[in-house]
């Protein structure tokens, strides 16, 4: 038996209680989670995924689009129907490769179209008329991690996706950052005057022992990953740096497990096209980078990409050649090697629409979920979703 | 009235101590206190704020729409700003505390300013009132009509969401009703509107009229019935208690106090006022456990600095960017479940904000700690601060108001918990000025507890 099965088998408990010292366990102890990494990408604001992924033999699509319709000579087409926004060129060199499984009509029943209940509902994976107050990687880190930093988040501060009930995950825009701000006299002095038996579980116990995780963690990650410099040229846009900082913290092999990122400006109302089209070209460039990146580290190969919006945007366009809020939208799986690449399922069915003329889902955000966290991260994901989800076998 | 018990009064009550309330009270009994709080600080000061919100701004040209939306945001950030400062200077802070529990019972989202407002008010005016009333008025506002779609429950297509959340999070609580009774009570608010003015309106022909089954009761049934029906139940009554328990009481529920004030909850015929009253004057409100333990909610907190401090700030935005950096932003509730409380609050980021941010707000960015033996120009660096946070602290008020303090009467004010041995050290280790030593003192985790 390998030790990280052992570990893995024998659980958090009593490995932390073979660690007398507080501060020990958390500096010394293994992580229990495997070598596989997950880089959540969250793009805010309800990517239109029909100018995403699009329809271009539909003429449905182009009838409620047209103005904003994408031309079947302009898109970048990547099977006899379906084709990648122009701007995704980086995406459709991944794709050529086999590195890309695009998921169409991710959703789940009775969609919100509010951008805050919708990401909640992505958030928690909770079903859209139940309220969690945790999310579905806080969860994970509940009960598959030691410290914090194995789930981290490239930003200032931490999305619900990271909560857990008993533990929260780290944020950082970067390891430089965090680190001076926990080395400051003040907080320096905090940290080693604290003694073991502070770290209650009361309340103010809590307060002192996260001090001391975020001390620990913000060390660790400075130190593993200062020598650490990509080798590769990121775009210099808000996704392209977060996705560099990701790239060097997994090359410089930092225990993480997750990483999750989030970039906006999706909600396009009005006048979408140049907006889009900047958005989805610093994805996609981005992309481009970090996997070009994570290569030269030979980290690739086990590292699973995977995008998502809150949800997908209405078939007809606005009076404002914009979209308004919809409903199922696709997801973007990367990796090296997929069970399934390419186009995963069925395009969007443009005929049978819901009641609000959006596009019905066909398979639930939660499978995603489901299939990442049994078949990638290889935790029980029924603890974790508190349900069972069918998977999908992308991976 | 000890002074541990009149801090405790203050901290759940209000939002922090003040400087002359030990003197004051010192030989009053713990009933007059609570029936001179009930007397003082419960004037009902309703904002009064006009805002030129644009109307039908999708059809608007693109323009005149990014000028309408720019404004919509612009209202929302001054009234936002108008609710910061209330809560910083009203003396009614017993009204204001308990107004800002109902704001967060009755989470509702709208990006229309007046109606917003409106809300609020209705809130504020039935706060310490009679809880049905609150819930009925609730019920009628036009910023929860829109924001749980009654507007859209129809006769002929009724829509469920607002009998659902009334159900689940406004009164009886989760698991305690079926299906059918969501079904029957969304019938029961069929119709339920506002007019041009936001003023309530059953639309007669959109409304129901057909006899409903309701927990076991039929009859004509309107939406004021289910409410009435909702109230009958005593799970109504705890749930409610259950929540004031965590926001009055601890983070951790108690479930013989609960039971204590459901009760009385429930015999007052929900009367709100007599409910916390029992609480204030209750031997277990201010047991050890109960006084020191809470983890202050970012608005709290934030209040509670503005209060000791009279922080004023060159941007008015700041207090904006600060609760988002915190996690809690008035009338921005995360969904209609309201703000989660405890430990909830804290993670590595939002905690080293909340230590880092007095010494933005009050000494330009720097904590002013050392340790002795430190050269002092080294550790007192005059940090840049984040320009965006710049504020300005009436430290001449506050040196006033603490004028005979010592250092043990400094930290008695500002913070509640027993010091940690930490956090001793460091007290023990200040040879600072007072404007210092405050700095350094709500810098510190404990003062994150009430």
Redesign the interface.
């Known amino acids: 038996m390998k030790r990280r099965d052992f570990l893995k088998t024998t659980g958090v408990a009593s490995v932390t209680m073979l660690l007398p010292n507080f501060l020990k366990a958390l500096e010394f102890s293994p992580s229990l989670t495997g070598h596989k990494k997950l880089v959540i990408i969250q793009l805010s604001g309800g990517n239109d995924g029909l100018n995403t992924v699009i329809p271009y033999e539909n003429d449905i699509y182009y009838k409620n689009r047209p103005t904003i319709g994408i031309g079947k000579n302009e898109v970048l087409k990547i099977t006899d129907e379906l084709g990648l926004h122009p701007s995704m060129k980086g995406m459709e060199k991944l794709f050529e490769k086999g590195y890309v499984s695009i998921l169409n009509n991710i959703g789940y029943p009775n969609p919100n179209r509010s951008h ?2 919708a990401m ?1 509902i992505w958030h928690t994976a909770s079903d859209s ?1 139940k ?1 969690l ?1 945790s999310g579905w990687l806080g969860r994970y880190l509940d009960s598959n991690c030691q410290s ?1 930093h194995e789930v981290l988040e490239i930003d ?3 999305s ?1 996706a990271l ?1 857990g009930d008993a533990k ?5 825009k970067n390891p430089n950052s ?1 680190y001076q ?2 080395k ?4 320096d ?2 940290i080693r ?3 073991d038996e ?1 770290l209650s579980e ?3 116990g ?3 022992k ?2 001391v ?2 001390k620990s ?1 913000a060390k660790y990650i400075f130190n593993t990953s200062k020598t650490y410099e990509s080798k590769t040229e990121f775009p210099k846009t808000d996704i392209g740096q977060k996705l560099e900082t990701t790239a060097e913290l997994i090359n410089s092999g930092l225990d993480t497990s997750v990483y999750y990122i989030s970039t906006s400006g999706f909600d396009t109302h ?2 979408q096209e140049k907006q889009q089209e900047k958005l989805l070209g610093n994805y996609s460039d981005a992309m481009l980078s970090f996997v070009e990146e994570l290569k030269k580290g030979n980290n690739f190969k086990d590292t699973l990409i995977v995008t998502f919006s809150e949800f997908g945007r209405r078939l007809s366009e ?3 050649r914009g979209t308004d809020h919809g409903t199922a939208g696709p997801m973007f799986v990367i990796s090296e090697n997929l069970k399934k690449n390419g186009i995963f399922n069925e395009a969007p069915d443009l005929i049978n629409l819901d009641g609000n003329k959006d596009i019905k889902y066909h398979l639930d955000f939660r499978q995603v979920y489901a299939t990442v966290l049994d078949k990638w991260l290889e935790v029980d994901s029924s603890k974790i979703l508190n349900s069972n989800f069918q998977h999908l076998n992308f991976i | 009235m000890k002074k541990i018990e009149l801090k405790h009064l203050c901290n759940r009550a209000g939002f922090g101590s003040i400087p002359t309330i030990f003197e004051k009270y010192k030989n009053t009994s713990r009933k007059e206190v609570v029936t001179i709080l009930f007397a003082k600080h419960t004037a009902n000061e309703p904002f009064q704020l006009n805002f030129d919100i644009p109307q039908n701004i999708q059809m608007l040209p693109k323009e005149e729409k990014k000028k309408a939306i720019r404004k919509i945001t612009k209202s929302i950030q001054k009234l936002n700003f108008a609710y910061i400062q209330k809560l910083a200077n009203s003396d009614a802070f017993l009204r204001e505390k308990v107004t800002l529990f109902w704001h967060g019972h009755f989470a509702c989202r709208t990006r229309k300013s007046d109606k917003a407002q409106q809300l609020n008010n209705t809130i504020r005016k039935y706060a310490l009132g009679n809880f049905r009333d609150l819930v009925l008025a609730v019920a009628k506002e036009p910023a929860m009509l829109d924001f749980l779609n009654n507007k859209q429950n129809r006769k002929s297509h009724p829509n469920e969401n607002f009998a659902r959340e009334l159900m689940e999070l406004f009164t009886i609580g989760r698991d305690n009703y079926t299906e059918k009774d969501i079904q029957e009570a969304a019938r029961a608010f069929t119709g339920w509107n506002y007019n041009k003015q936001g003023e309530f309106v059953i639309r007669r022909k959109f409304h129901d009229y057909g006899e409903k089954t309701f927990f076991g009761k039929t009859g004509n049934f309107d939406g004021t019935d289910i409410i009435d029906i909702l109230l009958e139940d005593k799970r109504t009554a705890k749930f409610i208690a259950t929540k004031m328990h965590r926001y009055f009481v601890n983070d951790y529920d108690n479930p013989s106090e609960i039971d204590a004030i459901a009760n009385v909850l429930y015999n007052s015929d929900y009367n709100i006022t007599e409910t916390l009253k029992y609480i204030f004057n209750a031997d277990w409100f201010y047991a050890t456990e109960n006084v020191g333990t809470k983890i202050k909610s970012p608005i709290e907190f934030l209040t509670g600095l503005h209060r000791t401090f009279s922080i004023s700030y060159q941007n008015k935005n700041a207090t904006f960017i600060i609760q988002k950096m915190l996690g809690q932003v008035l009338f921005l509730p995360p969904n209609v479940a309201g703000w989660p409380s405890g430990k909830k609050w804290i993670d590595s980021s939002s905690l080293t904000l909340r230590l880092k941010l007095p010494s933005i707000l009050l000494n330009n960015g720097a904590i002013p700690f050392y340790e002795k033996g430190d050269d002092v120009d080294n550790v007192v660096r005059r940090g840049k601060g984040n320009r965006k946070l710049r504020a300005e602290t009436n430290w001449e008020g506050f040196m006033e108001a603490t004028s005979d303090f010592t250092q043990a009467d400094l930290i008695d004010y500002l913070i509640t918990p027993d010091l940690s041995p930490t956090a001793k050290n460091i007290c023990q280790d200040l040879s600072l000025d007072k404007k210092q030593n405050a700095t350094v003192l709500v810098s510190l985790p404990e003062y994150q507890m009430c």
């Open positions: 805050f209940r909640d008329n309220y107050d914090s200032t501060t931490l619900l909560k929260n995950a780290l944020a950082l965090l701000l926990t400051e006299h003040y907080f002095s905090l005057n604290t003694s502070m009361d309340n103010l809590y307060l002192y996260t001090l995780e975020t963690s009005v006048f606005n009076g404002s």
